[in-house]
């Protein structure tokens, strides 16, 4: 099993330009790293990312604390800094965080591991922040409207940080597309 966090706008846009494309949002950081690194005494998280996230300016190709980082990429010659993992493909990546002291794996983009792990049967929760308003972006996951519904969750809330609007809620995979 293994849960998305993703932010995306209303046009389903989640970058541009190798970045985020609103401004830094201090509520959408402070829930990343909650969810990403609540784990029981004695365990850890996974995140699973792309190449192009973990050199994102975000990312910066440094891992990030308190969590296995592992990275999927094509490139057999990425070069990372100790204790990071580099695998070819998502079920590689789930396979490497498979260890006794990983409670939680999580996939934190970018849209093409996204794409492939909308689909993955082992997905258990999407943590979306849906940030109002269109950024022009030029990357963008599928709209998970058609796929997936609200879950009851005591974590979801309204925010706004720098003159923007968003949600954090969580999803579930409904039975059928609508």
């Known amino acids: 099993m293994f849960d998305i966090v993703v932010a995306a706008d209303l046009d389903w846009g989640i970058g541009k330009a190798s970045g985020l494309p609103w401004p830094r949002l201090r509520g959408d950081l402070q829930h990343f790293k909650r969810v ?11 995140i699973v990312m792309g190449r192009k ?3 994102s300016a975000e990312v910066g190709g440094k891992p990030l604390p308190k969590r296995l980082n592992i990275v999927v990429t094509r490139r057999p010659d990425l070069v990372v ?3 990071v993992i580099v ?3 998502l079920d590689a990546a789930l396979a490497a965080a498979a260890g006794p002291d990983i409670e939680t794996v999580f996939v ?3 849209a093409e591991i996204y794409r492939e792990a909308l689909a993955h049967p082992a997905l258990r929760w999407v943590y979306l ?4 308003g269109r950024y022009g972006t030029d990357t963008r996951i599928p709209d998970l409207d058609r796929t997936f519904e609200r879950d009851a969750w005591d974590g979801e809330q309204t925010l706004e ?3 923007v609007r968003y949600r954090i809620e969580r999803l579930r995979r409904i039975s059928a597309p609508r």
């Open 81 to 83: 800094p100790d204790g």
């Open 108 to 110: 934190v983009g970018g």
């Open 129 to 132: 922040t849906r940030v109002e």
């Open 53 to 55: 996230t973990w050199e």
């Open 36 to 46: 990403t690194c609540a784990a029981t005494e004695g365990k850890r998280t996974a």
């Open 87 to 89: 695998t070819s493909s």
């Open 161 to 163: 940080d720098s003159g």
